[in-house]
T-cell receptor
Framework: QKEVEQNSGPLSVPEGAIASLNCTYS??????FFWYRQYSGKSPELIMS????GDKEDGRFTAQLNKASQYVSLLIRDSQPSDSATYLC????????????FGAGTRLFVKA | DTAVSQTPKYLVTQMGNDKSIKCEQN?????MYWYKQDSKKFLKIMFS???????INETVPNRFSPKSPDKAHLNLHINSLELGDSAVYFC??????????????FGPGTRLTVL
């Protein structure tokens, strides 16, 4: 069974802190990895994609990928109350680009 | 301006009825998807289409029948609705093909309630 696992949280951090969200996946051949943000009652919104080992930074967001450990993470620097949402980790397994497996999501609360 | 649109936004119906949800994307993408998000917020793929052809069918009951008249549209018809079908259904699209082109854009969702 190909799976993507996340800690469901909630993860609570104070405003201005770094939020660290983690995800592991079971299919070693997975090709591409994504983080989506979903506000309550809204649709998922892509915030980061990463395809190679290492770090990828975009503004306050940094995605980290370690294929050997089958681990992907998202760091949110200078967390803001508006970052409070559910963060979904998503993985494309080695079968190609037509199937994406989502984790159950981690709920993040940023306290003002 | 809407990239991926779905209609209707809300759907309330009785058990046993048949209903359809429509989806359109104006992004020029080749691949479209249907996802189901249940009450626990778990997002699970149901179908994916590439250039109007069914690529993925994730063991969805055959009461669910997707149709793609062209690559900009993917509709979902559900027969004999059951209580367990109550969920939010999301349509999404991506450039498609190789996994590296699978950044997906989601529609606003259709909240289906079966009474």
């Amino acid at each position: 069974q190909k799976e993507v696992e996340q800690n469901s949280g909630p993860l609570s951090v104070p405003e201005g802190a770094i939020a660290s969200l983690n995800c592991t996946y079971s299919d070693r051949g997975s090709q591409s990895f994504f983080w989506y943000r979903q506000y309550s009652g809204k649709s998922p919104e892509l915030i980061m994609s990463i395809y190679s080992n290492g770090d990828k930074e975009d503004g306050r967001f940094t995605a980290q990928l370690n294929k050997a450990s089958q681990y992907v993470s998202l760091l949110i620097r200078d967390s803001q109350p508006s970052d409070s949402a559910t963060y979904l980790c998503a993985v494309n397994p080695d079968t190609g680009g037509f199937k994406t497996i989502f984790g159950a999501g981690t709920r993040l609360f940023v306290k003002a | 301006d809407t990239a991926v649109s779905q209609t209707p936004k809300y759907l309330v119906t009785q058990m046993g009825n048949d209903k359809s949800i429509k989806c359109e994307q104006n992004l020029g993408h080749d691949t479209m998807y249907w996802y189901k998000q249940d009450s626990k917020k778990f997002l699970k793929i149901m179908f994916s289409y590439n250039n109007k052809e069914l690529i993925i069918n994730e063991t969805v009951p055959n009461r669910f029948s997707p149709k793609s008249p062209d690559k900009a549209h993917l509709n979902l018809h559900i027969n004999s609705l059951e209580l367990g079908d109550s969920a939010v259904y999301f349509c999404a699209s991506s450039q498609g093909g190789l996994a590296v082109y699978n950044e997906q854009f989601f529609g606003p969702g259709t909240r289906l309630t079966v009474l």
